[in-house]
């Protein structure tokens, strides 16, 4: 049995890209994300492909199953989605023997930028790089089972976090340095709105 301990943030400047090792095109969509788990489906730019159960506990820690299947069968089970497909590419910047998955959303998502980092316990400290923002852990909209259903694109403009390029250029006047120091408690409503316009509604969350 696998439990996934994971951590969600906005980015807010495009310093990672010079950091990161790897990319990879993902397509994933949900046969359903009601009630207390979800099933999603995902295809890799690899040719791999998966399906997996999650379970809807809206806070660090979630039971997750995965299992691969054939590639044809993923095909079909999207033709069963519940929403849109959710398109994206995602990088991977190594830091301090932890890894940060930045996804960069495409399609009806286009323009969201979410990085997640998995850690090994609920209360492990993290060193936070200068272009991560607010933290959006559990604001059940950022997660992927709710943009399938409620894509990026058709929120309302004042619910949308301000552009990476705006927040890196008010950053540049005000550096906050290489990194800063989170636990695993989550950043405050004062720095969220600060940082990247991350308010936003609490409730159940599906990656």
């Known amino acids: 049995m696998s439990v996934e301990v994971e951590r969600k943030f906005l980015v807010c400047r495009d310093d990672w890209r010079e950091l990161a090792t790897s990319r990879m095109s993902i397509r994933q969509s949900y046969l359903t994300s009601d009630g207390k788990a979800s099933a999603r489906v995902r295809i890799k730019g690899d040719g791999t ?4 159960i999650k379970s809807r506990d809206a806070g660090l820690r979630r039971l997750e199953l995965e299992y691969a299947i054939p590639i044809l069968d993923a ?7 519940q929403g849109c497909v959710v398109e994206k590419e995602r990088y991977v910047v190594p830091q301090s023997g932890l890894a940060w998955e930045i996804d960069v ?3 009806e998502n ?5 990085a997640e980092i998995e850690l090994f316990y609920e209360h492990q400290q993290i060193e936070v790089p ?13 997660y992927n089972s709710s943009l399938a ?3 990026f694109c058709s929120w309302p403009q004042q619910d949308r976090p301000m552009p990476v390029e705006k927040l890196a250029s008010t950053s540049s006047n005000a550096d ?4 800063r120091r989170a636990s695993s408690t989550f950043i405050g409503d004062d720095e969220a ?6 308010n936003g509604d609490q409730g159940e969350a599906v990656r």
């Open 110 to 114: 286009v323009g969201l930028i979410i």
């Open 49 to 52: 492909a998966t399906l997996t």
């Open 176 to 179: 906050r340095g290489a990194t």
């Open 75 to 81: 095909e079909a089970l999207m033709q069963l989605r």
């Open 130 to 142: 200068r272009w991560i923002g607010a933290e959006v852990t559990g604001q059940a909209r950022y």
């Open 193 to 198: 709105e600060a940082g990247a316009n991350g």
């Open 149 to 151: 259903q409620r894509p």
């Open 105 to 107: 959303f495409s399609g």
